[in-house]
């Protein structure tokens, strides 16, 4: 009885370790670029970058900027609707913002907005891996406060 809880412990523990090394680096992504509608290429998770994108002026600009640009919509405000939209894009080659997509949201009133502010950005400066420029997913949470 002992020796199969161990067993089942030791096999838990080495599935919840190797996960994460299990996880795709990189990943075919179908990209909607300027230049084209549908170009299936490899996307980096930023983690396995070796210079990950940045927002122009960094993460202190990339904050002005959000703060900028947010629109409160009025019935989200009026409904007091808050919260945090997590939001998943891709940083191109050429540094545009594209793929944008709600991870996780609170209302579609905020997530919309969350949307166009990304969809807004100026170009980022581009990941590498190995000296090149490669397509890297990000993560961005777009909080809404009242």
Partial sequence: MISGVKNIIFLSLFVAFSLPTAWPQVSKVNIETRHSHDCYV??????????????????????????????????????????????SFIVDTDGSVCNISVIKGVNPLLDSE???????????????????????????PIPFRL
């Avoid at 166009?116 to 961005?140: D, H």
């Fill in 42 to 87: 490899d996307v980096y998770e930023y983690d396995y970058v070796d210079v990950p994108p940045q927002f122009p002026g960094g993460d202190r600009a990339l904050f002005n900027y959000i703060n900028k640009t947010r629109v409160y919509p009025y019935e989200a405000y009026k409904r007091r609707i808050h919260g945090r939209v997590l939001c």
């Fill in 114 to 140: 969350a949307v166009r502010i990304i969809r807004e950005m100026p170009e980022w400066k581009v990941g590498k891996k190995n000296g090149c420029a490669v397509p890297v997913r990000c993560f961005l």
